[in-house]
T-cell receptor
Framework: AQSVTQLDSQVPVFEEAPVELRCNYSSSVSVYLFWYVQYPNQGLQLLLKYLSGSTLVESINGFEAEFNKSQTSFHLRKPSVHISDTAEYFCAVSPYNNAGNMLTFGGGTRLMVKP | DTGVSQNPRHKITKRGQNVTFRCDPISEHNRLYWYRQTLGQGPEFLTYFQNEAQLEKSRLLSDRFSAERPKGSFSTLEIQRTEQGDSAMYLC???????????FGSGTQLSVL
């Protein structure tokens, strides 16, 4: 079984400041890792994923996440946030053997970007 | 491509009634998933289909929950004899193939009074 812990339920930050959203996971098997984002009144959208290869993965809108196997973490970072980044962010894992179908999500982190 | 569509958007029902939700996936997607999200929590996996075959249903919360995808296109999720604890957002998602990203619908918000 897998579990995902997002340590911060809310992260307030000023526009143009850097941000890190923390994610730790627990699993007895190897996993794939994901970050999903939910903007207000919209469905969940995939932000980025780690399947294999380079441990640093990037999204098209400036977010990046680094897989750290020894610390079982997959923290999400952005060097300079915008008002439009205000959303709820969910970290998720799935075991290798179902490749992203049966996702286990964390409780979410609400990012609130203030002007 | 209009994305994943879920109906209704909101459903209010009395305890003990049966409810059914519908999900229309993206048309060429053969995999379809149901998740449940309660307030302040992340989505919780319930079940998934590959075409019309239900490949995983052990995570359905009780025998009051059932899902179908009769022709491998749309799917329905039924909850019988609803309880107040069933109040949640029910999310549907679809994907083209194993390992491809999931596209989520906006969900059906169920309130059981």
């Amino acid at each position: 079984a897998q579990s995902v812990t997002q340590l911060d339920s809310q992260v307030p930050v000023f526009e143009e400041a850097p941000v890190e959203l923390r994610c730790n996971y627990s699993s007895s098997v190897s996993v794939y890792l994901f970050w999903y984002v939910q903007y207000p009144n919209q469905g969940l959208q995939l932000l980025l994923k780690y399947l294999s290869g380079s441990t640093l993965v990037e999204s098209i809108n400036g977010f990046e996440a680094e897989f750290n196997k020894s610390q079982t973490s997959f923290h999400l970072r952005k060097p300079s946030v915008h008002i439009s980044d205000t959303a709820e962010y969910f970290c998720a894992v799935s075991p290798y053997n179902n490749a992203g179908n049966m996702l286990t999500f964390g409780g979410g982190t609400r990012l609130m970007v203030k002007p | 491509d209009t994305g994943v569509s879920q109906n209704p958007r909101h459903k209010i029902t009395k305890r003990g009634q049966n409810v059914t939700f519908r999900c229309d996936p993206i048309s060429e997607h053969n995999r379809l998933y149901w998740y449940r999200q309660t307030l302040g929590q992340g989505p919780e996996f319930l079940t998934y289909f590959q075409n019309e075959a239900q490949l995983e249903k052990s995570r359905l919360l009780s025998d009051r929950f059932s899902a179908e995808r009769p022709k491998g296109s749309f799917s329905t999720l039924e909850i019988q004899r609803t309880e107040q604890g069933d109040s949640a957002m029910y999310l549907c998602a679809s994907s083209l193939e194993l390992g491809e990203k999931l596209f989520f619908g906006s969900g059906t918000q169920l309130s059981v009074l």
